[in-house]
C-alpha cells in the first residue's frame, strides 16, 4: 500500500456523521413532544379567536348603542330652539316666530349635513323612480312629460343611500291627459 492509501479520509468542512439510528421510543418521544407544542398552539389559537369574537361582538353592540350619539348631539339645540320657539309664541310677534322657525331649520340642516344626509328637492328635474315617489300626474304643457312639477315632500339620502323618496307630482303630456 502506498502512503496516501493509509492516510485518513480528509473531513470537509460542514460535513457531519450521518445521525445514529433513533430507537422506536425516543422517535415516540420526539412525536408526542411535537404533538404537545402543537396542542398548545392550537389552544392558543382557539382562545385567542375566541377573545377576538368576544372583543367584536362587545365592539359591535357599542356602536350599535351610542353609534347615533355624535348625530344626536347634533340634533340637541335643534330641540333647544324649538323649546325656546314655543316658550316665546305668546309674547313673539309673527315675523319674529318665523324667523326663529327659520333659525331651527338652518340649524337641523347643518345638523343633517355633519351625518351625511342630503336632501332631495327635484323639481324640473326628470322624474327617477329609484328617488322619487309619484304621487300623481298632471299635464303641462310647458314642461316636458315625466318632468317633477311639484315637490310635495323633500325626499333624503344618508351617504348615497336612499333613506325616503321624494314624494313629487310629474307632469304628463297633454296627449296622455286626454287619453287617460
Known sequence: MTNSDQQAPVEQPGQTEPPLAATPDQVLADAEAR???????????????????????????????????????????????????LDATALADQATL?????????????????????????????????????????????HPANTVLQVVQKGYVLNGRLLRPARVIVSASTEQARDG
Open 35 to 85: 404533538a404537545t407544542e402543537h396542542w398548545a398552539a392550537y389552544l392558543r389559537a382557539a382562545a385567542e379567536l375566541e377573545n377576538f369574537r368576544k372583543r367584536s361582538a362587545r365592539e359591535i353592540e357599542a356602536v350599535r348603542q351610542f353609534g347615533i350619539e355624535r348625530f344626536a348631539a347634533e340634533l340637541l339645540p335643534v330641540a333647544d330652539s324649538l323649546g325656546l320657539g
Open 98 to 142: 318665523a324667523e326663529g322657525h327659520r333659525a331651527t331649520l338652518r340649524l337641523l340642516q347643518k345638523a343633517f349635513e355633519q351625518a351625511g344626509i342630503v336632501a332631495l328637492d327635484p323639481a324640473g328635474q326628470p322624474f327617477d323612480p329609484q328617488l322619487h315617489e309619484a304621487m300623481a300626474t298632471r299635464p303641462s304643457a310647458d
